[in-house]
T-cell receptor, first 113, second 111 residues
């Protein structure tokens, strides 16, 4: 089955530590996205990528980094510069950037120890 | 900038009809989308309105009026499994088409 897979489901970060969230899709989609969701809130865009080896900052990119070395993969690193990283992180993909239909992964809950 | 306003909570009974409104302030956009998210789960796409008017998909319908900067999601014959959060989203022209999401409406369906 085609889909988008995020791992791990739960992740804990220590102070000063960088952590990487995995996102893989086998939908052959060009565009991929990372969103952050805080309790009771909407989704805020962190980074997005239209094509391999290219990505752009979203609305809340500070303290995060991404890479897009392969079409299928779009990992997100939460760096130590992100002072409030506790949130639910959602990865998504779409066939093209201007698309109303995003396919989401099941999310990663990141907490700080 | 862009902003979307939705009610934070809505409660309805099983079998009823409920309307979730979305008002927005944006200069121009490709369309209005709706997503459903069950607690702790992934958002799933429900519907999309590129043009004004009503789009129907089974028990769910969505409406858009660009002149009124307003849209809504209509859920009919409510079921307990419809209890979830519902998000509207727009893809503004000046944002390269990226989706901007509202804060979400938590729908509680009671027996």
């Amino acid at each position: 089955d085609g889909g988008i897979t995020q791992s791990p489901k739960y992740l804990f970060r220590k102070e000063g530590q960088n952590v990487t969230l995995s996102c893989e899709q086998n939908l052959n989609h060009d565009a991929m996205y990372w969103y952050r969701q805080d309790p009771g809130q909407g989704l805020r865009l962190i980074y997005y990528s239209q094509i391999v080896n290219d990505f752009q900052k979203g609305d809340i990119a500070e303290g995060y980094s991404v890479s897009r070395e392969k079409k299928e993969s779009f990992p997100l690193t939460v760096t130590s510069a992100q002072k409030n990283p506790t949130a639910f992180y959602l990865c998504a993909s779409s066939s093209q950037l201007i698309s109303e239909k995003l396919f989401f992964g099941s999310g990663t809950q990141l907490s700080v120890l | 900038g862009q902003s979307l306003e939705q009610p934070s909570e809505v409660t309805a009974v099983e079998g009823a009809i409920v309307q979730i409104n979305c008002t927005y302030q944006t200069s121009g956009f490709y369309g209005l989308s709706w997503y459903q998210q069950h607690d702790g789960g992934a958002p799933t796409f429900l519907s999309y309105n590129a043009l004004d008017g009503l789009e129907e998909t089974g028990r769910f319908s969505s409406f858009l009026s660009r002149s009124d900067s307003y849209g809504y999601l209509l859920l009919q014959e409510l079921q307990m499994k419809d209890s979830a959060s519902y998000f509207c989203a727009v893809s503004p022209y000046n944002q390269g088409g990226k989706l901007i999401f509202g804060q979400g409406t938590e729908l509680s369906v009671k027996p």
